[in-house]
């Protein structure tokens, strides 16, 4: 299989407990991007790396939230004292960008529950 | 600020009719665009995109036109399959892809057999 994996793909977790989440890219993207996705809505940007270098956070990544791509393969997620706010889809894509239009691919998600 | 807007949340339509599937957007600094489906506990899968330089991108059954000055777009599926059916959703960049995607909210597609 060569698309996006994401592991694990479904976490519960108690509330201030850390969770860390893990994706891998398709062979060769050198973008991974990670978005977050509640029900009822789309999924919204949460932070991008080109590489190992995280080039782009949003707002809504807060303190409590890390991200990593250490040698520009496979990245990280890392939430820290998890709130029940935190309930959420999270979604990994990544792409490679040609010098022409960039298409993002998605993987199946981990789905986080905190209690 | 919803920069992208999917105003219908469902859709019904009977198999084998057309299925159309509208999105309006606000940034006018957006120039791509691109489709999603999703399954329930599901990735999002792409389905078919389309920059400002043209007007209509068609792959299969699958047609996406773009009115840049209404600042809209639209999927056509034809025909609608059972299989269609699941979740759309509408997303936008800027600096053709090479950028963050900002999504609507998503369209649910339920084909009738």
């Known amino acids: 299989d060569t698309g996006v994996s994401q592991n694990p793909r479904h976490k519960i977790t108690k509330r201030g407990q850390n969770v860390t989440f893990r994706c891998d890219p398709i062979s060769e993207h050198n973008r991974l991007y990670w978005y977050r996705q509640t029900l009822g809505q789309g999924p919204e940007f949460l932070t991008y790396f080109q590489n190992e270098a995280q080039l782009e956070k949003s707002r809504l990544l807060s303190d409590r939230f890390s991200a990593e791509r250490p040698k520009g393969s496979f990245s990280t997620l890392e939430i820290q004292r998890t709130e029940q706010g935190d309930s959420a889809m999270y979604l990994c894509?990544?792409?490679?960008?040609?010098?022409?239009?960039?298409?993002?691919?998605f993987g199946p998600g981990t789905r986080l529950l905190v209690l | 600020d919803q920069q992208v807007k999917q105003n219908s949340p469902s859709l019904s339509v009977q198999e084998g009719r057309i299925s159309i599937l509208n999105c309006d957007y606000t940034n006018s600094m957006f120039d791509y665009f691109l489709w999603y489906k999703k399954y329930p506990a599901e990735g999002p899968t792409f389905l078919i995109s389309i920059s400002s330089i043209k007007d209509k991108n068609e792959d299969g059954r699958f047609t996406v036109f773009l009115n840049k000055s209404a600042k809209h777009l639209s999927l056509h599926i034809v025909p609608s399959q059972p299989g269609d059916s699941a979740v759309y959703f509408c997303?936008?960049?800027?600096?053709?892809?090479?950028?963050?995607?900002?999504f609507g909210t998503g369209t649910r597609l339920t084909i009738i057999p």
């Open positions: 894509a990544s792409s490679f960008p040609s010098g022409g239009e960039e298409t993002q691919y």
């Open positions: 997303a936008a960049s800027s600096n053709f892809g090479n950028e963050k995607l900002t």
